[in-house]
Every structure is written in structure tokens, then in C-alpha cells.
């Protein structure tokens, strides 16, 4: 019959731990959680009869917006850029923890080292088996892996999505945030006259090394802008009618 394990009296004293040898466990504190504090909501003073005015002059606007790939050399208007970035950031994000980094590059060196890393990541995935169907689809686009864009345009806007790190917190629904961002700033640098054209090579991880960003910070897109070329064209393309994308439920 076997006798039950007993500690005998030396391993109890040997599994003791002394009080020099206690550790201490450190929770690390939480930021403290702030209240709902209201204030006055903002009077946007358009009365009914020019709200239908207002929004089909936008939209007019809007529609003559168009992706341009040659730029001019000409200077953009001192303030265009930060008044653009201002109206970006106004954009709704989750928990209203605005998880985006704007870095407007105008120096030669790095557009050009952009337009390198660019190039070798596109060549990389033009290259690649099964890539025909993605060749198709840009073929009435008139582009390729050649991107003289992020060298030619006055400035790049370098666009990250800002994730938890030592001096930022956790972000929520971060891609749907800067998203939304992004699209105000195409929409306030159109309003200025500015042509822009969004660029994502894949993978986007040497803009961190070219810029400088810490690694909580992730390339979401890259933004040249200017004013287009004399001689600058676009595809003949047409954009879906309005019965096409608007159901009423």
C-alpha cells in the first residue's frame, strides 16, 4: 500500500523563502479615466434653403478632382500645406485618439530616396507570378512600376498610422481613422487648387528608416503634391453614376 507524500522537514525548510529573497511584483498604473465633460456644440449656421446649394457645389467641385502622375516644378504657396494637414486632422478617429503622423518631405536627397525604395519594392511585385491580373486592371492607368512622381512633385506627404508605444497610446479602428483623415486632406488640398496622387508600395517599411520614424508608427500612404505639368494627361476614365453607389434603405 502506498503511504501518502508527506514534505519532510527539511524540504519544507529548504522551499521556504527567505524574507531577504521575496520579490515584488509591479503592476504598472493605468492612466486615469476621465469623465464626460460637456460642452457647447458647435452652430453651423446654414440655413436649409443653401444646404442643398452648399453640398452640390461641393460635390462639383470633388468630381473635377483627378489623380495626376506629372508635376510641375512650380513652389506651393507658403501655409497651403499646414492649413491642408489642420483640416485633416479635424477627422473623427476612435476614442478620438487621432492615431496619424503627417511628414511633409521637400528635400531632394530623401525624394529621391523614396523614389528608390518605391521602385524596388513595385519592381519586386510586377515581377511576380500571378501578377497578370493586377497588370490588367492598370493597364487603362497608364502606370507602372516607375514612380518619377515622389521625385518630381514639390512635396511628398508621408502619412503613418500612429500604434501603442512609449509616447502614444493604444489607437482604435486606426485604419478606418486615418483613413477618413486622408480623405479630407485630399478634399482641402483639391479646394487649394494642389493636384495630388496616393501611392502605397508594398511593403512601405523603409519610409520608417528614410523619415526617421519609430516603429509605432506604420506607412499608411504617400501623398505627392503640386501643381500638374504643362503637359501633364489622364486616363480617360469615368467614375460610377450616383443610382450606382447611393441605395436608400
Known amino acids: 500500500m502506498l503511504r501518502p507524500w508527506r514534505r519532510s522537514p527539511e ?20 492612466p486615469p479615466i476621465q469623465s464626460y465633460q460637456p460642452v457647447s456644440a458647435p452652430v453651423y449656421g446654414v440655413a436649409p434653403q443653401e444646404a442643398e446649394a452648399r453640398a452640390r457645389s461641393f460635390a462639383d467641385l470633388m468630381a473635377s478632382r483627378r489623380t495626376i502622375r506629372e508635376f510641375s516644378a512650380e513652389p ?3 501655409g497651403v500645406l499646414e ?3 489642420r483640416a485633416a486632422g ?14 511633409v518631405v521637400t528635400d531632394s536627397v530623401r525624394k529621391r530616396a523614396l523614389r528608390e525604395g518605391a521602385e524596388a519594392e513595385e519592381r519586386e511585385f ?10 490588367a486592371a492598370l493597364a487603362r492607368l497608364g502606370t507602372d512600376w516607375r514612380k518619377p512622381f515622389l521625385e518630381d512633385a514639390p512635396a511628398i506627404i508621408a502619412v503613418f498610422e500612429v500604434h501603442k508605444g512609449p509616447h502614444s497610446p493604444r489607437p482604435y479602428y486606426v485604419k478606418e481613422s486615418v483613413g477618413i483623415a ?4 485630399l478634399a482641402a488640398l483639391h ?26 508608427e506604420r506607412p499608411f500612404v504617400l501623398i505627392p ?9 489622364v486616363p480617360a476614365i469615368t467614375r460610377k453614376a450616383l443610382h450606382e453607389v447611393l441605395i436608400w434603405a
Open 11 to 30: 524540504h519544507r525548510r529548504s522551499t521556504q523563502r527567505a524574507p531577504w529573497r521575496r520579490t515584488t511584483v509591479t503592476v504598472p498604473s493605468q
Open 76 to 78: 506651393i504657396p507658403a
Open 83 to 85: 492649413a491642408a494637414v
Open 90 to 103: 479635424s477627422a473623427p478617429s476612435g476614442a478620438n485618439v487621432q492615431p496619424w503622423r503627417f511628414v
Open 126 to 135: 510586377y515581377s511576380r507570378p500571378g501578377a497578370q491580373e493586377w497588370h
Open 182 to 185: 486622408v480623405g479630407l486632406l
Open 191 to 216: 479646394h487649394a487648387g494642389l493636384a495630388t496622387l496616393t501611392h502605397t508600395p508594398s511593403p512601405m517599411r523603409f519610409l520608417n528608416q528614410i523619415l526617421d520614424r519609430p516603429a509605432e
Open 225 to 233: 503634391v503640386g501643381y500638374p505639368a504643362a503637359a501633364a494627361t
